[in-house]
């Protein structure tokens, strides 16, 4: 996905961006899982390799094979977990005598909750490289800039 936007801050290798949401965007159904509420500008961080100064209109690319995976693998776990939960519960209804049904639910509960435990903890571990979005292009260069 490429989107353009205003540099707010820059520094240390990264810029704040003001980006103006497309009409598409304005409409979707996950609008609040990247820009925010409907018909407000979003800020987002984004790695900064071609230096762009505050002021400048930059077009930024968000990497979705890179969040692709991610999502793929939050997903993929809790559904592995889920499915490893209730094979744990039915064997502990052969084991113990307990209705299918209770031990089943009971295991996908328990799946369920250690799959989010094992994100959480994961998550929390810091050894993952964060997905940021990238500035590809300067579009217009702002008043930041020498006069060449």
Do not use: W
């Amino acid at each position: 996905m490429i989107d353009e936007g205003i540099v707010i801050e820059a520094g240390k290798g990264l810029a704040r961006i003001r980006v103006s949401p497309q009409t598409a965007c304005c409409e979707c159904s996950a609008r609040t899982l990247c820009q925010g509420s409907k018909g407000t500008d979003g800020i987002m961080t984004a790695l900064n390799p071609l230096q762009a100064r505050p002021g400048d209109a930059v077009r930024v690319e968000i990497p979705e094979s890179a969040l692709n995976r991610e999502a793929i693998r939050i997903f993929g776990l809790l559904l592995v977990s889920i499915l490893a939960g209730l094979g744990l519960g039915s064997l502990a209804s052969h084991l113990f005598a307990v209705p299918a049904s209770v031990s089943g639910a009971v295991g996908v509960g328990l799946g369920l909750a250690g799959g989010g435990l094992g994100l959480f903890i994961f998550s929390r571990r810091g050894r993952r490289r964060q997905v940021y979005p990238v500035v590809r292009e300067i579009i217009n260069k702002g008043a930041g800039h020498e006069p060449t």
